[in-house]
């Protein structure tokens, strides 16, 4: 029988207010005998000695406090920090942190929840979505995005960062929200906005590594360990000596998210960057309390996994020796598709290219099940046949697959309209959950660069090498700490009222509607597909069927204009979506509306078209 913790974990870390002006302090500083905590409040400050347990957990109650003061913790008179679990640093990371009021006018008690089965995720970056970059700036769009059909929006890190300009990938401060963002009652007011819409609300969290400016981590506790090196430095201490109070940092981190924030899901960052050899790994713990949060408080709270392992013990349940953890992105989709359709075959692209490639992805999921990868080296990934559709999360395109190219060029820079249609189509009728880079939906042209805003001129120097060291090869890279390469990156939303661009929006909307309309789309099973391949045209065709309805969904890869006999048995078939029609932005006119079948379909299909047809009643 197990005996590892119950998962039933109260907040305690950080200033927690306990009533109305009464607020309690912990921190974790076993490096000191003593701390104190430094108070500034009406431009008084005052000084507390703090009470210390056997295990150098340092608390204190303080009455007659304010949201909106601020404070520090003193290691000496002259050596004082912020607080590793502050929620709001307003003068940035190495300012004094701020207390929170945490009362918000809440209105989502009653909101209509979507599922993990029924998320359709837009991916955003705060910082560049809008031209002011902040939470507030996002709300006016959710009446676009929800017209669109997107079911939740996943936000990239907004835990604080050094500077203004970042990814937010080297956040040193998890609790805190972002103060160029707009803070804690931004994000509040962004989530709160959300759920009115009917749009569930995505955080992107970072458990493998913190930032290194701002970064006071290791003077209060060993919170890394030199076991294990990242490509950020020493690894995050969760399998060495106190390593329990590392992961109740984390773990309270993301309950926090859940709590204080109404956040309906995490997305957790770089998994296969996260040394662990304990019996009990932290992600199964971690796993553990946000089920046992979603179970008490009759609220979902998904995690949803990145890592390029191709590992299945991160979905698996614990009782077949996996972790628990809710779905995952899936990077071989990607890869199998952009590589099929751009030819490249650079970096990690050249495992990839072959159509059976893509094939694999769509039936299993994992292309990478075992076999030798040329790019590794060695084999990769084990198989994904048996984790259920539902359980991954598909994409044409992303921050990471734009963001780390030389010129953060999109497929828009790539592919011709045609082309971006059937990535399009790909990726949204598929089997999988889909997510969508902000702005692809309008094929928007401006580049996603990697940026930085630190202050450390050796910090900027190291960033600077590195990333001209890992494009060497290619070019000169923008700046990652220029003004312009961060300004680049702002979308250009009034790209959305011209023709091509609108064209490419509405034929989004029109897939994102089939997918949500037709019982055999939102039934995410991988069993009841059939696919096959036409080697000669280039031509793949997949039967999908749910009770009554059937679908056959044909994509076209080559650039030429091919017929294509389909055998397909059927009675009366009504095409209910044709990627080559004017309307659309397509040559039109050479696929009937509708096909009586006995034995087979003809079809002549111009360029890089996707078809959809239909045997139900009951077309939409």
């Known amino acids: 029988m197990e005996t590892h913790m119950k998962p039933n974990l109260n907040l305690t870390l950080g200033a927690l207010p306990l009533s109305e002006d009464n607020y309690h302090f912990q921190v974790w500083a076993p490096y000191h005998p003593t701390l104190a905590l430094e108070i500034t409040q009406n431009a008084k400050s005052h000084y507390y000695p703090m009470q210390r347990d056997p295990h150098g957990v340092f608390s204190i109650q303080v009455p007659k406090l304010s949201p909106g003061a601020l404070y520090h913790y003193c290691f000496s008179e002259n050596q004082k920090r912020p607080d590793p679990a502050s929620r709001y640093q307003p003068q940035g990371v190495s300012g004094p942190s701020c207390l929170v009021n945490a009362d918000f006018p809440w209105t989502d008690s009653h909101w209509s929840r979507p599922t993990l089965d029924q998320y359709i995720i837009y991916e955003l970056h705060v910082g560049t979505y809008t031209p002011e970059g902040t939470f507030s700036a996002i709300i006016p769009h959710l009446d676009s995005l929800h017209e669109l059909g997107i079911t939740a929006i996943e936000l990239m890190p907004v835990a604080q960062f050094s500077g203004y300009n970042n990814w937010g990938y080297d956040g040193v401060f998890p609790f805190a929200v972002q103060n160029s963002y707009g803070g804690p009652d931004g994000l509040r007011e962004l989530v709160n906005a959300c759920h009115e819409k009917n749009i569930a609300v995505i955080l992107d969290v970072v458990y493998n590594h913190l930032g290194p400016e701002g970064n006071y981590f290791n003077e209060f506790a060993p919170y890394f360990t030199d076991h ?24 309270e981190n993301a309950l926090h998210w859940f709590s204080e924030y109404h956040i309906d899901a995490l997305r957790l960052d770089a998994l296969h960057a996260i040394y662990d050899a304990s019996a009990y790994p932290f992600l199964r713990e971690l796993a553990d309390h946000s089920h046992a949060f979603a179970k008490k408080n009759k609220k979902p709270s998904y995690l949803i996994a990145e890592s390029d392992l191709n590992d299945t013990r991160l979905l698996l349940p614990a009782k077949k020796g996996g972790y628990g953890l809710d779905a995952q992105w899936n990077d071989d989709f990607h890869h199998a598709l952009h590589s099929l359709l751009t030819k490249e075959q650079h970096s990690y692209y050249q495992d990839f290219g072959d159509i059976a490639d893509f094939i694999k992805a769509y039936r299993e999921g994992f292309v990478y099940s075992g076999q030798y990868s040329n790019y590794r080296q060695k084999p990769h990934g084990i198989s994904s046949k048996k984790i259920p559709a539902s359980r991954l999360v598909v994409f044409a395109q992303n921050h990471d697959q734009i963001g780390n190219r030389l010129h953060g060029d999109r497929l828009a820079q790539n592919l011709t309209p045609e082309q971006l249609r059937l990535a399009a189509g790909l ?63 702002k979308l250009h939303h009034d790209l959305k ?44 065709w997949i039967e999908r069927q749910h009770v009554h309805e059937k679908l056959i969904i044909v994509f076209h890869f080559n650039a030429q204009l091919t017929t294509v006999n389909l055998p397909v048995k059927g009675l009366h078939w009504e095409k209910i979506l044709d990627s080559t029609e004017s309307i659309w932005g397509g040559t039109g006119n050479h696929i009937p509306k509708s096909i009586a079948a006995s034995e087979f379909f003809s079809l002549s299909l111009p360029a890089f078209a996707l078809v959809v047809f239909s045997n139900s009643t009951q077309n939409t």
């Open 228 to 251: 294990y090196r990242t490509p950020w430095g020493s690894a995050l201490n969760f399998d060495t000596a106190h390593n329990h109070h590392v992961r109740r940092y984390f773990i």
């Open 497 to 540: 009222q011209q023709k091509a661009n609108q064209q490419i929006l509405q034929f989004y909307q029109r897939l994102i509607q089939l997918r949500k309309s037709h019982p055999v789309l939102t039934s995410l099973n991988k069993e009841e597909l059939k696919i096959h391949f036409d080697k000669h045209s280039e031509v793949i």
């Open 427 to 489: 990726m949204i009728l598929s089997p999988y959950i889909p997510l969508l880079f902000m702005g692809e939906e309008y094929a928007e042209t401006a580049p996603f660069y990697f940026f930085t805003n630190f202050k450390d001129e050796k910090l900027i120097h190291a960033v600077r090498e590195g990333r001209a060291r890992e494009f060497s090869w290619q070019g000169e890279i923008p700046d990652p700490q220029s003004l312009k390469t961060f300004l680049a990156a």
